[in-house]
């Protein structure tokens, strides 16, 4: 629908502001748990047009912080065994996360743990990870962990699955409809207004990514804090010696990964430069520093074509994990953010998380704590 043509309802019970996986989820899994009122809005003529879409579209089940993992396998779970019945398209090629020296320590004692509880990743050497992929025989590494059940996914697809059912279940999705300002009257949030009009609404879910911190300037929220970090992906033309079939890849240590990608290779340096909620430009210096970074560290990688490339941002919390909850500050004012580098492979677990908590369900309050964004102000 052309955005002009469009108008809001006087009143939501729920409104998500930012259409990117964080609100899609949310909304989501709102809609599962019989909230019908949910208005979505997104700034963007198109959802997903931000981080959502620039991704490198990776399911990675083993993070170094506990909470993180497990909502990630979660996660996976879920969207791999049973959130719809007719599955969503990824391919399950699993992942070799390569380590090297005493940098590598918390991720192999995340591995670990993670297959102590049942969960499938096992840490390999050389030998069998130059089997998998054998371009990294020329690697630096000591160790791989080798996790069978990670994939790449058609993220545009995942996206509106969530997107799909909220519709089908009563949310309203509007694009083209940047929230400019929130409401607060008797101490709590009341309304937003956009270009489109003003709704009021009961509950405001802040999903707005690298501008959730705006979202809640507007509520006269002070920082959270969140950051955003503007990351580049790197895609090569076809390249007859890439195998479609190899695992992703990701140097932990070194901070580089590439994964197959329409028969060439998708690669990332792993830059990750403090930025502003807005447009990201890229850098051509990343470039001849991902060169850099491959000549010394895998030379077949190095210097490879280059048919696209872009910048997108990663929005962490001052300490990596999400910030999913109630703002202590302000009744109604919810936040789903600072997602970082795992926004789309986390995003059923938190939809379901933050629906859970957002309708007053159980959720384990340990894990309430763990991504309740009071934990940042307190005091
Ligand atoms: C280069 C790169 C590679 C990545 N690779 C992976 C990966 O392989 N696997 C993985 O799981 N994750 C990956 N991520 C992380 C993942 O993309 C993010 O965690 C996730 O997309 C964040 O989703 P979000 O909905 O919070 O934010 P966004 O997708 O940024 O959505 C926020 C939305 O809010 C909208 N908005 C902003 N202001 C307003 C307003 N005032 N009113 C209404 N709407 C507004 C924006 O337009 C935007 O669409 C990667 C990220 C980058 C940048």
Redesign the pocket.
């Known amino acids: 629908m052309n955005p002009s043509e469009q108008t809001l309802p006087d009143h939501a019970d729920v409104v998500v502001?930012?259409?990117?996986?964080?609100?899609a989820a949310t909304a989501c899994f709102l809609a599962r748990r019989g909230v019908s009122d949910i208005l979505v809005?997104?700034?963007?003529d198109q959802?997903?047009?931000?981080?959502?879409?620039?991704?490198?579209?990776?399911?990675?089940q083993v993070a170094t912080d506990p909470v993180t993992g497990a909502l990630l396998r979660a996660s996976v779970d879920r969207i791999r065994n049973g959130c719809w019945d007719d599955p969503v398209d990824v391919r399950w090629n699993g992942s070799l996360l390569l380590v090297e020296g005493e940098r590598g320590r918390p991720a192999l004692a995340a591995a670990q743990a993670a297959a102590s509880a049942g969960f499938d990743c096992r840490i390999v050497g050389r030998d069998e990870a130059t089997a998998r992929v054998p371009i990294l025989a020329s690697a630096h590494f000591d160790h791989a962990i080798w996790t069978p059940g990670d994939g790449v996914a058609d993220i545009s697809a995942l996206l509106w699955r969530y997107l799909r059912e909220a519709k089908r279940r009563g949310a309203r999705l509007v694009t083209g409809?940047?929230?400019?300002a929130v409401e607060v009257e008797s101490g709590r949030v009341a309304a937003v207004r956009t270009p489109l009009g003003r709704t009021t609404c009961r509950l405001l879910v802040d999903?707005?990514?690298?501008?959730a911190e705006?979202?809640g300037a507007l509520a006269g929220l002070g920082p959270l804090p969140l950051t955003p970090f503007r990351?580049?992906?790197v895609v090569t033309p076809p390249q007859a010696w890439v195998d479609p079939k190899w695992p992703l890849t990701w140097h932990l240590t070194d901070d580089w990964y590439f994964r197959p990608e329409v028969g060439g290779l998708m690669l990332?340096p792993c830059d990750q430069t403090p930025w502003f909620a807005g447009p990201t430009p890229r850098d051509p210096t990343v470039l001849e520093s991902l060169a850099e970074k491959l000549a010394a560290r895998c030379p077949p990688l190095a210097n490879l074509p280059i048919q696209s490339w872009w910048?997108?941002?990663?929005?962490l919390t001052a300490d990596g994990r999400f910030a999913i909850g109630p703002d202590p500050r302000l009744p109604g004012f919810f936040w789903?953010?600072g997602?970082?580098?795992?926004?789309?492979?986390?995003s059923a677990a938190v939809g379901d998380l933050a629906a859970t908590l957002l309708t007053g369900g159980t959720v384990d309050p340990g894990l309430a704590r763990a991504v309740d964004p009071g934990r940042f102000l307190a005091g």
Do not use: K, Y
């Open positions: 502001v930012g259409g990117g996986f964080a609100g809005l997104e700034a963007a959802f997903g047009s931000a981080a959502s879409g620039l991704n490198a579209s990776m399911f990675r409809c940047p929230v400019a999903a707005a990514g690298a501008w705006e979202i990351r580049h992906l990332s910048a997108g941002l990663r929005t789903v953010a997602l970082g580098g795992h926004g789309m492979t986390g």
